[in-house]
């Protein structure tokens, strides 16, 4: 009776080991702090157009997912080290970054604009670069890179949160913070008696995924991208903006700026 039973622990044990092994879930990488696109919900659990990008890109690979909450620059360490898969945090892809990882194709085109001040006379990005100016800007974001290329005479003031940045703003401390257009939208909506939103961009963005350069990482690519164009081509965009942005569209159609997705 013992051999029979052995027996049919060997089989069963046998057979699991034809079958194939699960993926591993896949390590997504994002900082929890970038409303609506990357957030917590209400009971404290990843929320936003990023998290459903991430959970539809993995049920077309077959992949649970695991959202990582990250300091924004520290995504590119983190998975540069192997301790992410992929970055899907509102990513510009720059030719800098480009250096350090790989980019998917992009999913989203945005811009740089300005928040400023109800009483700051400033019109456009040419406006900043004078004597006396304070401009904010989030560490490590493009707003980051652009004032440190192109500002010379106004004090550049980095913070770590775009919270502080919009704060600064809002108390008269910096004449401008400049982001992305969607962020400036919410943050002149929330404050309009404070600022002002200069939505017209004076630098074109294209969001991608980042990717490791790592050896047989081309196939994780190859298939990012095939879901991209897929998820696209089945109106799965459309619906994040629907369901995340509705306001935002009707209003960038109002003022005839192009919509992101």
Sequence with gaps: MRSLFNLLLWSAGFIASLAPAAEPALRVGMELGYPPFEMRDAKGEPAGISVDLANALGGSLGRAVEIQNLPFDGLIPSLKAGKIDLILSS?????????????????????????????????????????????????GTTGHLWATKNLHKAKVLVLDKEGAAVLEVIQGKADAFIYDQMSVYSHWRRNETTTRAILAPFQQEAWAIGLPKAAGAEELKTKVNAFIKSYRDSGGFERLGDKWLAEQKAEFKRLGIPFLF
């Design 91 to 139: 990513m510009t892809a720059t030719e800098e970054r480009a250096r350090a990882i790989d980019f998917s194709e992009p999913y989203l085109r945005t811009g740089l604009c300005l928040l400023v001040g109800t009483r700051i006379d400033v019109q456009s990005q040419s406006d900043l670069d004078r004597v006396g100016r304070t401009v904010a800007v989030k560490k």
